[in-house]
């Protein structure tokens, strides 16, 4: 499992991520990204880039990866947005919202809850 302790590489993947010619390549740096979560912090920005990758598993591995990132990923909240709405690829697409959500859920966790109201 990746752990904190891979974190000073989360530089070099978000760079790989970005920049590497083959998909499978990408594909893992997103991946790992996501295993180390908000313990990757200014990587998520390489993850917001990712969302346009010309592969659809890429796009979706960095949705999914940018909903592990907690508070880092907020500023990212409108590009997640944009490929829940209009990605081609549905997998991308349910990628992002599931991030959203969690993402979304995790700022309400410090709000009260407010009780469902009831069927008369």
Known sequence: AIGPAAAPAADALGKVLVNDKFESVRLAAAYALGELGEEAGDAAKALGQALQDPDDEVRQEAAFALGEFG????????????????????????????????????????????AAPKDK
């Open 71 to 114: 508070d880092a990923a907020e500023p990212l909240l409108p590009a997640l947005r944009k490929a829940a709405d209009n990605d081609p690829a549905e997998v991308v697409r349910q990628a992002a919202k599931d991030a959203i959500d969690k993402l979304t859920e995790e700022d309400d966790d410090d709000a009260p809850k407010k």
